[in-house]
């Protein structure tokens, strides 16, 4: 019986993490899969199968393999440290060139990976990465949504001379309705010069 039981809880845990497509999983996830003395073994032996990716303590990931080098994809950084901030109470937000990046507005990959936090500063390491975390006050971290952070950021960086009718075309096209309302309600949590670019982005909101 009572290894019917272990089997079930690690039945149950690899059907919740493998339901993520590859997206991390924290351990409060999977607190209903059992008591918690049996999650820990239960996990602890997948790992050690293989069968499951202990990304850091507390964060587990489906394994991807890359079937050219015959080993497991690394998980992308944003999806780890957001795992991370989720797991610990915490925001966080990417940085400059890093947020350019993600919504395609640059190819280039920043050296270092900057976020900010609304927790205390501190390097942070996730798999094969190093993060930075810098603590920023409400100003930064009050902007509700994830897509409205991301373009305030990527505009921060780019810089007011750099930001194109080109770059204004292609934010407008890559965001959906939802988004756009999103960035029109955070409008003023941006800076005065960003204000009518975002105008432009989102549209003017109906009155």
């Given at each position: 019986m009572a290894n019917k039981s272990k089997i079930s809880i690690e039945n149950r845990i690899i059907a919740r993490i493998r339901a993520r497509n590859g997206g991390v999983v924290s351990i409060d996830d999977l607190l209903d899969a059992g008591p918690r003395s049996a999650i820990d073994q239960a996990l602890s032996r997948l790992v050690k199968l293989g069968t499951i990716q202990r990304v850091r303590r507390g964060l587990y990931a489906w394994p991807k393999m890359n079937t050219l080098l015959g080993r497991q994809q690394t998980l992308p950084p944003d999806e780890l440290v957001q795992a991370w901030a989720?797991?610990?109470?915490?925001?966080?937000?990417?940085?400059?060139?890093?947020?350019?990046?993600?919504?395609?507005?640059?190819?280039?990959?920043?050296?270092?990976?900057?976020?900010?936090?609304?927790?205390?500063?501190?390097?942070?390491?996730?798999?094969?990465?190093?993060?930075?975390?810098?603590?920023?006050?409400?100003?930064?971290?009050?902007?509700h949504g994830n897509i409205s952070s991301l373009v305030f950021q990527a505009l921060r960086y780019l810089g007011k001379n750099a930001v194109t009718s080109q770059i204004i075309k292609k934010l407008s096209q890559k965001l959906g309705a939802k988004d756009k309302m999103e960035l029109r309600r955070n409008a003023l949590y941006a800076a005065a010069w960003m204000k009518p670019v975002i105008e432009k982005i989102a549209g003017r909101k109906k009155t």
């Open positions: 989720k797991k610990n109470g915490l925001r966080v937000i990417p940085s400059g060139a890093l947020t350019a990046n993600l919504l395609g507005l640059s190819t280039q990959v920043p050296a270092k990976i900057v976020y900010y936090t609304n927790g205390r500063s501190k390097t942070l390491n996730l798999g094969p990465y190093t993060i930075k975390l810098l603590n920023r006050g409400p100003k930064t971290m009050d902007v």
